[in-house]
């Protein structure tokens, strides 16, 4: 269901004369969270930025087609999500170098780059994850660090509650076995 | 698992989240300005290929006009001058014949209509 925000919010950008107030509320709400979830996936800032704001002006051409069957944000993160993996598939489908490179490039940020601030054990979960289908740790990222429900992350992803259980656990079971073998 | 903080470690340039708004908007705007109608696109496109057509036939009839003209003149010229004889003229031709012919018919058209005159008697 959509919060009362949310309904004032499609109002303002449903009306031409406060489209673009409405559009500008719209970022500023969910910029954050927006661009939590896709960098985590991206890992580098540069891309996180792209597909964030792709995300974004795809929110504003698509708004008219939002029915309103979920919340705004939902509806927000599902395409943040479908960019982030389609950018991510589209990194490893260059056919001059190998699947791993993008990998070992997201991996060698982790460790080189100052917008990164974990501490040891923080970047070793983090090259971890990134052993993971990307889908997978799609959905440990929101699980794990956005603490969403597994209801929130069924709307998101069109997954059942339970498929999304079992790969949750799946994914914690390799991620230990991954930080005890380092 | 439970051990490991599940804080956010991915930080952003100072300022990123104060401009990302303007950032997506101009981009949003930028976007929709490009957008063209397929239908303009390719009405846009018959334009110009039109409009190239006429002015390189334009410019082709000008040009051929104009180095025609330039050789009259030379030859003209040449004519005048005496470097050129009648038989020079004609050996230059690729038909000589036929400039022949024509000089025949231009003469002797004047000659019959003169012919004609004398027939009836006019002329004395």
Redesign the interface.
Known sequence: MISISELELLELIRNPRSR?RG??LL??MY??RV??II??ML?F?ED??DV??NT??KA?RNLENFQGNSSLFTWLYRIATNESLNFLEKKKRRFFFPIEDHVEAMSGYLDQS?????DE???R??KALLKLPDKQRLVFNMR??D?LSYEQISQITQTSVGALKASYHHA?KK??NE?HTD | ?K???????????EG??EN??N???D??EL?KTRKMSFVQLTAAAAAVVIGVFFFVTKNDITIDQSIEANLEQEIDLYINSGYWQAEDILTFSENPDLILDEIIEEEWGVLEDNQSEIETGEWW
């Open positions: 673009e559009f500008r970022v500023e910029q954050k661009y939590g960098r985590k890992i800032h996180a930025d964030t704001q974004f002006i504003f100052g917008l990164i601030t974990g054990i923080e970047i979960l983090q794990y660090f603490d914690v991620i230990e930080l | 698992m051990n490991i903080p599940n804080r956010n470690i991915f930080k952003t340039p990123y989240f990302l708004p950032l997506v908007l981009k949003n976007r």
